[in-house]
């Protein structure tokens, strides 16, 4: 079972910026779509992003323009760069992985992170 684990949460301004880091537990980018979902209080989780095994990526058109979702292989990491937050992004981040993009996107990855909070001030 591949392991996520998130971190870059925290506190942070409206208009602000933060970076969200997920690390697998061994290295599976070459095969395995990735995303980036949400779920603020009392909502259902959400995509936020996703990003395919070449590179390819998608975006919920509140982030379109301001969020960035990227892939390091060498790291095994994936990335969320979030610019220009605002407080409606306030929510715990999880990141998913799969080996069909169909379920990353879709809602039913085989592996989720723990989620990581992500809190924007007015």
Known sequence: QVQLVESGGGLVQAGGSLRLSCVASESIFDRNAMGWYR????KQRELVAGITSGGSTNYADSVKGRFTISRDSAKNTVYLQMN???PEDTAVYYCAADSLWIKVVGGRPRCWGQGTQVTVSS
């Not at 779920?39 to 009392?42: I, L, V």
């Open 84 to 86: 220009s937050l605002k």
């Open 39 to 42: 779920q603020a209080p009392g």
